[in-house]
């Protein structure tokens, strides 16, 4: 958001601001929906209680809202309290995210063959088990591209350690280095879960499981109380990990919201910051946003997860462009983060996400959202425009440098020919 407006203009920045803003703060919903989903499956009453409604198809159970949004209200409270108790929350979280991972990975290891691994793409039948579905291919290729839609969904996180900085006076000179370490991570973590998951059974067998479908490829391999354990296992990693992130956009789309209202991108009201660091207001706006939810039920994840993922991908396009006018409008300027390959690794990644970006809303591509995830994108893009024009006054008084230095800072001393 801040480069985007360095670079361009403030139309151009909350327009940056609010897809990231839209993308973060969307996890929020759909974390509050796959976590009764979950709970579920170990709790099977959850879901016995009367179905008041249905969306999509998905019934919604009124036990169901309610566990919802009093954990919607727990993450908030944690998250109220300031960056300690979330982070303290936070680190146990991981810990049981990455133990199960590692147990779950080894018994599928132990219980599967390498044979179930091959083939690598089935070209025989390659709408099988997506005749229906947006995702359409019949290549290799076609089946990685048709990966990106949710990819920037599922790597998403990395943003929330320069957002989070502010308040945990952390290194800025190190925050390059970490993000890039983070994402690195992220695709290792990802890569092994699917390469040791893909032992346990052929990949026919595998999309034909019932949800949730890790937990029950063990009730499989181990038919025994190996295999109830390792089922509880699996489930007890799957809500760690929809906790861990649940906790951390909480906190960070509070933080760029706040943000973008101290930029004068948005009303004022969301820009008060408690003496903790906190964004109180801007925390109760995501909490209400998460506790809506519940209300939606899990026939609206992949929505969600295809909103998502093209509000971060215009959100990343737009800082890369950003980076690549910056470098070329201000060459001297001091810059204490060096890029592997300069201003032409800057404009490939420019590039390449205008293109995946531009190819989520076209339906002859492999990158198509769907309908119902781009009906989404233009509602949100257009509240947030409306946003910006009803906080226009804010912005009549000061200059682009004395707007650029609220975005950064309180006290509004930053020279953008830094940048």
């Given at each position: 958001m801040t480069f985007s407006y360095a670079a361009f203009s403030s139309p151009i920045a909350a327009l940056t601001g609010w897809a990231a803003f839209g993308a973060s703060v969307s996890l929020l919903p759909w974390e509050a929906i796959q976590i009764t989903d979950i709970l579920g499956y170990l709790i099977p009453r959850i879901k016995q209680s009367a179905v008041l409604y249905t969306v999509l198809g998905s019934e919604i159970h009124l036990s169901t809202i309610i566990?919802?949004?009093?954990?919607?209200?727990?993450?908030?409270?944690?998250?109220?309290?300031?960056?300690?108790?979330?982070?303290?929350?936070?680190?146990?979280?991981?810990?049981?995210?990455?133990?199960?991972?590692?147990?779950?990975?080894?018994?599928?290891?132990?219980?599967?063959?390498?044979?179930?691994?091959?083939?690598?793409y089935d070209k025989a039948a390659p709408f099988e088990f997506h005749s229906s579905q947006t995702f359409r291919h019949a290549s290799v290729w076609g089946g990685i591209f048709a990966v990106f839609v949710?990819?920037?969904?599922?790597?998403?996180?990395?943003?929330?350690?320069?957002?989070?900085?502010?308040?945990?006076?952390?290194?800025?000179?190190?925050?390059?280095?970490?993000?890039?370490?983070?994402?690195?991570?992220?695709?290792?973590?990802?890569?092994?879960?699917?390469?040791?998951?893909?032992?346990?059974?052929?990949?026919?067998?595998?999309?034909?499981?019932?949800?949730?479908?890790?937990?029950?490829?063990?009730?499989?391999?181990?038919?025994?109380?190996?295999?109830?354990?390792?089922?509880?296992?699996?489930?007890?990693?799957?809500?760690?990990?929809?906790?861990?992130?649940?906790?951390?956009?909480?906190?960070?789309?509070?933080?760029?919201?706040?943000?973008?209202?101290?930029?004068?991108?948005?009303?004022?009201?969301?820009?008060k910051q408690a003496k903790n660091g906190v964004a109180p207001h801007a925390l109760t706006a995501c909490l209400l946003l998460s506790c809506a939810g519940p209300f939606l039920g899990?026939?609206?994840?992949?929505?969600?997860?295809?909103?998502?993922?093209?509000?971060?991908?215009?959100?990343?396009?737009?800082?890369?462009?950003?980076?690549?006018?910056?470098?070329?409008?201000?060459?001297?300027?001091?810059?204490?983060?060096?890029?592997?390959?300069?201003?032409?690794?800057?404009?490939?990644?420019?590039?390449?996400?205008?293109?995946?970006?531009?190819?989520?809303?076209?339906?002859f591509t492999p990158f198509y959202v769907g309908k119902t995830a781009t009906l989404m994108f233009l509602l949100w893009m257009s509240f947030g425009i409306l946003l910006f024009a009803m906080s226009s006054d804010r912005r009549k008084s000061k200059t682009k440098s004395e707007l650029l230095s609220e975005l950064l800072s309180e006290s509004g001393d930053v020279d953008s020919a830094k940048f």
């Open positions: 566990i919802g949004v009093i954990l919607s209200f727990s993450l908030y409270l944690i998250n109220i309290h300031g960056l300690k108790a979330a982070a303290t929350f936070q680190r146990y979280l991981v810990i049981l995210l990455v133990l199960t991972s590692l147990i779950g990975a080894a018994a599928a290891l132990i219980g599967g063959k390498a044979d179930n691994l091959f083939p690598l949710s990819a920037p969904f599922f790597l998403a996180g990395f943003e929330t350690i320069p957002q989070g900085i502010e308040s945990a006076g952390g290194n800025v000179k190190k925050v390059g280095k970490t993000v890039v370490l983070s994402v690195a991570c992220a695709c290792l973590f990802y890569a092994l879960l699917l390469i040791c998951f893909g032992f346990g059974l052929p990949w026919k067998e595998f999309a034909a499981l019932q949800r949730p479908a890790t937990a029950n490829l063990f009730l499989i391999l181990y038919p025994s109380r190996w295999g109830t354990f390792l089922y509880w296992i699996i489930i007890s990693g799957a809500i760690a990990g929809l906790m861990t992130s649940w906790n951390g956009f909480f906190s960070a789309s509070a933080n760029l919201l706040m943000g973008m209202s101290r930029g004068r991108l948005l009303p004022k009201v969301l820009q899990t026939n609206f994840i992949d929505a969600i997860t295809c909103f998502s993922a093209s509000a971060f991908v215009l959100s990343w396009s737009m800082t890369a462009w950003s980076l690549v006018r910056l470098r070329l409008s201000h060459p001297d300027a001091p810059r204490p983060y060096r890029i592997p390959g300069g201003i032409l690794m800057a404009l490939f990644a420019a590039v390449t996400s205008s293109v995946v970006l531009l190819g989520m809303f076209l339906p």
